[in-house]
């Protein structure tokens, strides 16, 4: 392990105390009891330590860890869960207490947009709607809606339409 290694471990045990002191004094304001205090940190230390290891998979060399919070941290965290086959309720027990913490860092001007809004609760049991292809085909055409001409949209949302016909008559 090189000093470099090192002293990045240590500034970002040194953000992540801070961060975790400062949560904690914001949740006793909250007047939240000593075990909703006690589990919430044990779920932003879980959560924190992820994106430190998740940044070190990086070639990223940043020592601030607030600048490792962007809009795809929270669905890469839940896809980590995920993958990692945590049960669903200790899932959403931890998107409960990071949603909550986003959104802290956001009124504390920690990050410049709320994350939290991002971070939904998974439902496993639940039906998932599947989107109809005039659905797709409307919300992947509105992405472009001011880029391509008229022609050319036609042209394309008809391609787009042969190909789920085609998908939908094929499947096995």
Excluded: C
Excluded at 88 to 96: D, G, M, P, Y
């Amino acid at each position: 392990m090189t000093s470099q290694t090192i002293k990045g471990y240590n500034e970002y045990n040194l953000q992540t105390i801070q961060l975790l002191s400062e949560f904690k004094s914001h949740l006793k304001a909250s007047s939240k009891t000593l075990i909703t205090i006690k589990n919430y940190l044990s779920d932003i230390r879980h959560f924190l330590g992820w994106v430190i290891s998740n940044e070190a998979q990086t070639d990223e060399q940043e020592p601030n860890l607030i600048n490792h919070f962007t809009p795809t941290t929270p669905s890469e965290y839940k896809n980590y869960l995920i993958a990692n086959e945590t049960p669903v309720s200790t899932i959403n027990r931890r998107f409960t207490t990071v949603r909550l913490f986003l959104y802290w860092m956001y009124k504390q001007n920690l990050i410049n947009q709320d994350l939290s809004v991002d971070l939904s609760n998974i439902y496993p049991d639940r039906p998932v709607k599947k989107a109809s292809t005039k659905e797709i085909i409307a919300s992947l055409m509105s992405e472009y809606e001011e880029t391509i001409d008229e022609n050319l949209k036609q042209t394309t949302a008809t391609d787009l339409a042969d190909f789920f016909e085609f998908i939908d008559e094929n499947k096995a």
